[in-house]
């Protein structure tokens, strides 16, 4: 079928119009790459993420308010918004503040009795679980006109996050150009979690040896201590590598690292010189272990009862 001189004008204009769409879109997307604070630079293998539990008290009463007559029930809930599965134990939570000036509540201290599941595609809130103090919990003492107090819970969990380089760079010979570059920062991804990696860089550290820097944050908000041991002044964790031919260092220390001011640097080395005319490329697989603590807190209003 034949356009007329008017209809073939007319697909000229929309398919201009289509163009220019389609070209604002991109330039956009552009912008917003470039602009924004967190560029994904990753393999995707992980969502991501700076969360592990978020932990909350389930309110109490009507608007966390009660009358001293009442009983209300005293619960924490916790959601897994990260990519490490935490199995039956691993997630401790401590009752803080106010709790002497209470009755019917038998423990203080309570742990998770079974799997809280990762966040995932399927389960895009993570898993979660409920502990409970309290079904009946009452506040004994003498209330006129209202009464405030804040309770408080500490919340101490064990935690991984996965660290996977994707091409790591096997090169024996710097001047051969083929294949892959040493010097050069890295793709990698790297599991939701709050202790995070902002950057992987690959390097020499002398004639057939390659070395990474990956630099580590606690994104957080929380404290870190390596599991097993209490926390400090300084926050610290453990970490391993997939392949035993490589030695990782942290401040002169192996699989060990401490934080400053919530940043800390991992050196990742070959232990022995590549053979001569090696030109390959390796992924790479690290997890730094630790444990974690955030505290939490909620307000109770209790009222006078007339």
Do not use: H
Not at 47 to 55: N, P, Y
Not at 172 to 189: F, G, I, P, Q
Not at 256 to 261: N, S, T, V
Request: proline share 2%.
């Amino acid at each position: 079928m034949k356009l007329s001189k008017k209809g073939l004008e007319k697909s000229c204009i929309s398919q201009k119009k289509i163009i220019l769409v389609t070209l604002l879109v991109f330039s956009l997307f552009l912008l917003v790459a470039c602009d924004g604070e967190e560029v994904q630079t990753t393999g995707g293998a992980y969502l991501g993420g700076t969360q592990g539990i978020v932990a909350e008290f389930e309110q109490f009463g009507v608007e966390n308010s009660i009358y001293e007559t009442e009983t209300f029930p005293l619960e924490v809930i916790m959601r897994n918004k990260g990519e490490y599965e935490l199995q039956p134990g691993e997630v401790t939570v401590e009752l803080k503040g106010p709790s002497l000036d209470f009755s019917g509540i038998p423990n203080l201290e309570l742990q998770n009795t079974g799997i809280i599941d990762i966040i995932s595609e399927l389960l895009t809130t993570g898993g979660e679980e409920t502990l409970t103090f309290s079904a009946d919990a009452k506040y004994d003492q003498e209330v006129n006109g209202i009464i405030e107090r804040e309770w408080f819970a500490n919340i101490e969990y064990k935690y991984q996050t996965y660290l996977i380089i994707t091409e790591v760079c096997l090169k024996e010979d710097l001047t051969d150009d083929r294949v892959c570059d040493v010097k050069a920062s890295k793709d990698y991804s790297v599991s939701g979690a709050p202790v995070t990696v902002t950057s992987v860089e690959e390097d020499t550290a002398g004639q057939g040896i390659m070395a990474l820097k990956i630099q580590i944050s606690n994104v957080g908000g929380g404290d870190v201590t390596k599991i097993g041991e209490e926390f400090g002044t300084y926050d610290r964790l453990a970490f391993s590598i997939d392949d035993a031919g490589w030695e990782c260092k942290s401040g002169g220390k192996i699989n060990e690292a401490r934080f400053i001011d919530g940043n800390a640097e991992v050196v990742c080395k070959l232990k022995d010189a590549l053979a001569e005319d090696t030109l390959a490329t390796k992924q790479l697989k690290l997890t730094f272990d630790y444990t974690y603590r955030d505290l939490i807190q909620s307000p109770l209003k209790i009222l006078e009862s007339s």
